[in-house]
């Protein structure tokens, strides 16, 4: 795409961004429903200022019941999967604690009231899990990456049980979302925030783009019954991507393992 374009798209994200967290601080004081609603169309229109299409595909039936308190767990891909959720179900989200020191993004996560998980710290683990517990006993959401970081979209990491406990202990369904990137149809790693990226690398790939879309199944709620295992092994069996063999010759990757063959010039 044009760099005049990708100019335009950037400075549009930048005003649309600036104008709904300013107007979003009035809404503090309005109903939860109101509140939601207001997110909810801030992310779409978010979205949408970057070029980014959003299709939704909600697997749930007719009679599912209204969504309060749920543990959404979703693969993980990029930060756009922030908004992508936003778009169907605003949430509180779990967040490895360097999200909130990265420039300019963890103002942001702050204000948001984004939690702070420090991988690894088997010490804090449990006090967070019973504070996720308590957010969703009070009757709203919690969003977490079970991964634990973002894969590609070709491949995908185990869902770890740890932030399961708390549905089992509040009795709060889980509500699996799967995210998955495509680009003119044809799945895309552009969106990826991995390895040597940064905020600004991934804006970059993303405002550039021609035709990303991000789709956001929706499954069905499912009950927490069971441990924390078997029902992080269940919502990782409904969630993850195509296997990745077929993912990557989707993309064009030579599996063969064989060395190309020069062409003639």
Known sequence: MSRLRASVRLTSFAVVGVTILLFGLLTVACPRGLRHRYWR??????????????????????????????????????????????????????????????????????????????????????????????????????????????????????????????????????????????????RTTMPGFLGEDTVASTLSRIVRSRHLTVTITIFDLQMPAGDRRGLAAAAQRLILPAEPVSAMRELDVDLSGQPPVPTAA
């Open 41 to 186: 169309a801030g992310a779409r229109v978010t979205l949408r200022s970057m070029g980014v299409l959003l299709e939704i595909d909600d697997r749930r039936p007719s009679h599912a019941p209204r969504l309060r308190g749920a543990l959404i767990v979703a693969n993980h891909i990029s930060y756009l999967d922030i908004v992508a959720i936003a778009c169907v179900a605003p949430a509180r989200f779990v967040a490895k604690s360097e999200v909130l020191a990265m420039p300019g993004f963890g103002p942001i996560a702050r204000l948001f009231g984004v939690l702070a998980h420090r991988r690894g710290d088997l010490r804090r683990l449990r006090p967070m899990i019973d504070r996720v517990g308590g957010i969703l006993d009070a009757g709203r959401r919690v969003a977490v990456f079970p991964e634990g970081t973002t894969w590609c979209g070709t491949a995908s990491g185990r869902f770890r049980p740890a932030f399961f406990q708390a549905a089992v202990d509040t009795g709060v369904p889980i509500l699996p979302v799967r995210l998955s990137y495509t680009d003119r149809g044809s």
